[in-house]
T-cell receptor
Framework: QQQVKQSPQSLIVQKGGISIINCAYE??????FPWYQQFPGKGPALLIA?????SEKKEGRFTISFNKSAKQFSLHIMDSQPGDSATYFC????????????FGKGTMLLVSP | DAGVIQSPRHEVTEMGQEVTLRCKPI?????LFWYRQTMMRGLELLIY????????DSGMPEDRFSAKMPNASFSTLKIQPSEPRDSAVYFC??????????FGEGSRLTVL
């Protein structure tokens, strides 16, 4: 059962453009929504995270938008750069007990020069 | 500071052989996770330890897979016998309680 659905599977954006990756979840118990960035040959690393009490969080060129009623959240990368080319994973974690992260399947982003 | 350390980085083995992957978590972290990454299934949680105790092993595919954490600074994931469908990148991650996950660089396993 896939609890976090991520789209698109891959994305090509021109340098300077906006990259948008979307995720949807089903479990209303989720209360923490991070995005991880993974470069080839490396492990994923935390990029930015949001909790459902806010609708948006911005860190530099990276913004998470969160829609609690629609159970959707998205990552926006403004002024995309070739160095942003990586695989991006959304994730979610519930507040119950020993909770663990459930990851989306990932989006391969290529920013063309 | 040293991050999560995994070994080996690459392993090529033949079907039926035993494979042991190793992980040293970040010092002071009390939670350790083993994930498997494939193109088809993405990142799958295999097992989760808290304070060296296995909490959730529901993601372990079958009895061929086993994991141990004998102390706070070492964990192993063993596959015996290995099969070609086990080919994947295996990640170990650690965290302080339910905080940020820190991943190692992964162990790429190829079973011929």
């Amino acid at each position: 059962q896939q609890q976090v659905k991520q789209s698109p599977q891959s994305l090509i954006v021109q340098k300077g453009g906006i990259s948008i990756i979307n995720c949807a979840y089903e479990n209303t118990a989720f209360d923490y929504f991070p995005w991880y960035q993974q470069f080839p040959g490396k492990g994923p690393a935390l990029l930015i995270a949001i909790r459902p009490d806010v609708s948006e969080k911005k860190e530099g060129r990276f913004t998470i938008s969160f829609n609690k009623s629609a159970k959707q959240f998205s990552l926006h990368i403004m002024d995309s750069q070739p160095g942003d080319s990586a695989t991006y994973f959304c994730a979610a974690r519930s507040r119950s007990g020993y909770s663990t992260l459930t990851f989306g399947k990932g989006t391969m982003l290529l920013v063309s020069p | 500071d040293a991050g999560v350390i995994q070994s080996p980085r690459h392993e090529v083995t033949e079907m039926g052989q035993e494979v042991t992957l190793r992980c040293k978590p970040i010092s002071g972290h009390n939670s350790l996770f083993w994930y498997r990454q494939t193109m088809m299934r993405g990142l799958e949680l295999l097992i989760y330890f808290n304070n060296n105790v296995p909490i959730d092993d529901s993601g372990m595919p079958e009895d061929r897979f086993s994991a141990k954490m004998p102390n706070a600074s070492f964990s192993t994931l063993k596959i015996q016998p290995s099969e070609p469908r086990d080919s994947a990148v295996y990640f170990c991650a650690s965290s302080l309680s339910v905080g940020e996950l820190f991943f190692g660089e992964g162990s790429r396993l190829t079973v011929l």
